[in-house]
Each structure stands twice: as structure tokens, then as C-alpha cells.
């Protein structure tokens, strides 16, 4: 957002509020017509959406006023600890047993969740360019999602939460260090794991190559060749 319009900010984040309160307006009607919170989980996991975009908008702020203190770092590594329970809302879809009403009311869960991800990995890669250049921070990109879709894995599959990094250290690196130690152990983990980086890529691709045409607009673009007059 920093080099594009100075409202680009304000817009982004008050869209992803619509949109997570379109999505919660979803839920309530649902709640409001069975009277059941069936999937009152939905809620919850679309708060832990946001702990990453806070994040990166505070590494992000910070990086612009030049501080490079260790808020910063710790915020970064908060960022990246909870940057899969953002596009993890894709894997609610799972919930969806033939009602059109369930299926679209998850589907905004988790194309908020989704957006609310790239959004916050936009923030970080730019925070990323300053310091790395182009080439390191791409880098660190493609290294994020790789972890993103690993911890997507985790979460699903294995049903651990971000903050069991710090309650339950010893047992999540056990499950952390399977995978890695031996992948053709576990096939499940290695095709979870390159499906959900995969996706996670092209959408972030997507939504970059989106951003930089926008701002290239905004900016006037490369002006046009003149012509050469013959006389």
C-alpha cells in the first residue's frame, strides 16, 4: 500500500470489514432460522483471520517510521505464527453437506480468511523488499507460503492451534519433525502441504499482479513513444 494511493489503506480494510461482517451476518441469520450454532467455530476462526493482517499492518507502520527495534521482530514473528489461520478458513468448506445457504455462507468465511492472508503477506513482502531487494524478498515469499501450506496441514489434519507453539512446544515439534524427518512416510502431508502452497501462490500472484497494475495506472504508466515528424 505505501508507494500506491494514500486511500488505497483505508479502502482495503474497511472492504475486508465488510466483508467478515457480511460473513457474520451470514452466520447470525443461520443461527437466528435453526436455532443452532453449528458453526459458531466459524466465528472464531474468522477473529483469528485478522491476528495477521493486525500484524503486518503494525511490522508495516513501524518499517515505514524507519524503526527497527524489536517490536518490530517480534511482530513479524507473531505475523508469520498466525499467518495460516487466514487462508486455513478455505478447509471449512469441508463443513458443506449439500445446502446452498451453508455452502455460501462458508465460502465468504473463507474467501474473507483468504484475502485477509494475502493482504497481510502484500504488507510483509513490501516491508521484505525494502530490506531484501527483490530477489530476497521473493525468496522469502515463496519460503512463507511453503510454511503457510505446511501450517494449514497442521492445523487440519492434525488439529493444532498457533499458540500451541508456546502450550504444547515439545509434542507440535514431534509432529512438526515426522514430516520433514521422512516425507514418503507421509504422503498426506507432503500433497496437503504442496496443495494448499500452491493455491496460496496463485492467488498471491494474482492479487500482486493485480496491486502493481493498479498502482502503475495511478502513477500514469510508461507514457507513449512520441512521434518523429519527417521533413
Not at 499492518?57 to 527497527?68: E, I, M, N, P, Q
Not at 517490536?71 to 478455505?90: D, K, R, S
Not at 455460501?104 to 474473507?112: D, E, L, R, V, Y
Not at 493498479?214 to 502513477?219: K, P, Q, T
Amino acid at each position: 500500500m505505501g508507494r500506491h494511493h494514500p486511500r488505497a489503506r483505508a479502502l482495503v480494510v474497511a472492504s475486508l470489514l465488510l466483508a467478515s461482517g457480511f460473513s457474520l451476518a451470514l452466520l447470525g441469520a443461520r443461527v437466528a432460522y435453526t436455532g443452532g450454532d453449528r458453526f459458531g467455530f466459524l466465528a472464531w476462526n474468522l477473529c483469528l483471520a485478522w491476528i495477521p493482517l493486525l500484524a503486518a499492518l503494525a511490522v508495516y507502520d513501524r518499517a515505514k517510521r524507519g524503526r527497527g527495534d524489536p517490536w518490530q521482530v517480534l511482530l513479524g514473528a507473531a505475523w508469520l505464527l498466525f499467518f495460516p489461520n487466514a487462508p486455513y478458513l478455505v478447509t471449512d468448506l469441508i463443513h458443506v453437506q449439500g445446502s446452498w445457504y451453508d455452502a455460501a455462507m462458508i465460502g465468504a468465511f473463507a474467501w474473507t480468511g483468504v484475502l485477509l492472508g494475502l493482504v497481510s503477506l502484500y504488507l510483509m513482502h513490501t516491508v521484505l523488499r525494502r530490506r531484501l531487494g527483490a530477489v530476497g524478498s521473493w525468496a522469502a515469499v515463496a519460503a512463507v507460503l511453503g510454511l503457510g501450506g505446511f501450517g494449514i496441514y497442521l492445523g487440519r489434519f492434525q488439529r493444532w492451534n498457533s499458540w500451541d507453539v508456546l502450550a504444547r512446544p515439545r509434542a507440535l515439534v514431534a509432529d512438526v519433525a515426522a514430516p520433514l524427518a521422512d516425507p514418503l512416510a507421509h504422503p498426506r502431508a507432503v500433497a496437503a502441504t504442496l496443495v494448499f502452497a500452491g493455491f496460496l501462490a496463485l492467488a498471491y500472484l494474482t492479487v500482486y499482479a493485480l496491486v502493481e497494475l493498479g498502482a502503475g495506472r495511478r502513477s500514469g504508466g510508461t507514457a507513449p513513444p512520441q512521434a518523429t515528424s519527417r521533413g
